[in-house]
């Protein structure tokens, strides 16, 4: 889809809900209630909901399909970031997995995760495996051999003098 087909898309839907709500208090009028009390009574019922909402997360965990993707995303972002210090030279080779883990580690700390062992084992394979990945796709770097220099073109030398006669 284009951007216009979209904003033509956005506009039709305000539309709507803008003729809907005009439709719905008339409605309401018509009946005898008044839509000043059932727009409060509605803004009662989503206040209560968000307050229930708030009480109920402090009591479940975070999902662990949500933790897993983070930490896979975290230790990914780990991988790239000892790759490209190694690219530019200030690490070794032998050191990526470790910057990569120590990485992942310290991100999930300052986000608030305890780090537990066995979290950082896992966290070590999946960087072991990344880092395994970006040396296959390390790029041979090989220096080509200046060829020789041309061997110097003999210009044909001008003589601006004229002879005398």
Known sequence: M???TIMLLFAILALLCFFGTMYGIQALVKQGRDPGKQLQLADTIVDTAIA???????????PIENFIETVLKVTQAGVHSAQQLYDSGQILPGMRKERATQYAVNMLKLTGHEVTPELEQVIRGTAEAGVWVMKQND?????APVPDPLPPVEQPVINLVQPSV
Do not use: E, G
């Open 52 to 62: 229930a909402n708030t009480t109920i997360k402090t009591f479940i965990p975070v």
């Open 2 to 4: 284009n951007i216009q």
């Open 139 to 143: 790029p041979v770097i090989t220096i």
